[in-house]
């Protein structure tokens, strides 16, 4: 998910780092998370990729994803700045020294790892897009989807599968659900988009989103009461 992202939208389309002014900003200044692959790949992936950051800009959101400047990450920034989109990167130091950050992104927020990546990317994102990827996208897309599930953030988390390639997902998901390990209202959680329009209408559609559940840890005895990780905080969409 370009965690929005890396490929959520989170960008989790997503791995990655601060995202508030990066996550591509859905209805009234919304930000959306993108989750996304790195690799070489077909050149149909690239052009999903231009096609939605396009139709960022012309819904007038903004993007945050993983701050990278290859493959369809790179893409997705490229041409949502051409649609007049303000674009925010994150990305770990480590990639920063590899040279593959995207330098031209309108903020480029440089953080320690990855999980402090995702972790901001999270923090300030309003919606999950995600685009196919590979294991990073998986395991992002699985963050977001599981934590929506547990109540612990209302964001709309959408998957752009135009190609059919987490049909193979869906499948073992189903089969997961009829064995009883997977529960109808977590399936129901995970929206599917078979182009870009559709997934951000999706999400344009998703209304207010409801404030995350409040939590009261338990003290163990003798145990002092720990403070929640900012990581795993959410912020809600204000109309």
């Known amino acids: 998910m ?7 939208l989170s960008s989790r389309g997503a791995v990655g780092g601060g995202c508030h002014r990066r996550l591509a900003s859905c209805r009234d200044g919304s930000r959306l998370r993108l989750l996304r692959l790195q690799r ?27 701050g990278g400047r290859v493959s369809m990450m790179g893409a997705v920034a490229r041409a949502a700045r051409a649609a007049g989109a303000w674009t925010v990167g994150v990305i770990p130091q480590a990639l920063v020294d ?3 950050a995207d330098d031209e992104a ?3 927020l440089v953080v320690g790892d990855m999980r402090a990546r995702k972790g901001l990317m999270d923090e300030r994102a309003d919606a999950f897009v995600v685009l196919p990827g590979g294991i990073g996208t998986l395991e992002e897309l699985m963050e ?3 934590s929506r599930t547990l109540g612990m953030h209302g964001k709309p988390v959408v998957v752009v599968d135009p190609f059919d390639d987490f049909a193979g997902l869906r499948t073992l998901v189903a089969t997961l659900e009829e064995r009883g ?4 209202t977590a ?26 559940r409040p939590t009261s840890p338990r003290r163990s005895s003798g145990m002092p009461a720990l403070d929640p990780d ?9 109309a």
């Open 98 to 100: 590899l040279e593959v």
């Open 230 to 238: 900012p990581g795993e905080r959410r912020d809600t969409m204000t």
């Open 40 to 66: 070489r790949i077909d050149p149909r992936y690239l052009e999903l990729a231009d096609r939605l950051g396009r139709a960022l800009g012309e819904r007038g959101h903004s993007l945050v994803s993983g």
């Open 106 to 108: 309108d903020e480029l």
């Open 181 to 184: 390990f997977v529960r109808p």
């Open 2 to 8: 370009w965690r929005a992202s890396e490929g959520a």
């Open 187 to 212: 399936t129901a959680h995970l929206l599917w988009a078979p182009d870009v329009d559709t997934a951000l209408d999706l999400v344009d559609r998703a209304g207010p989103l409801p404030a995350a």
């Open 144 to 146: 977001v989807w599981t």
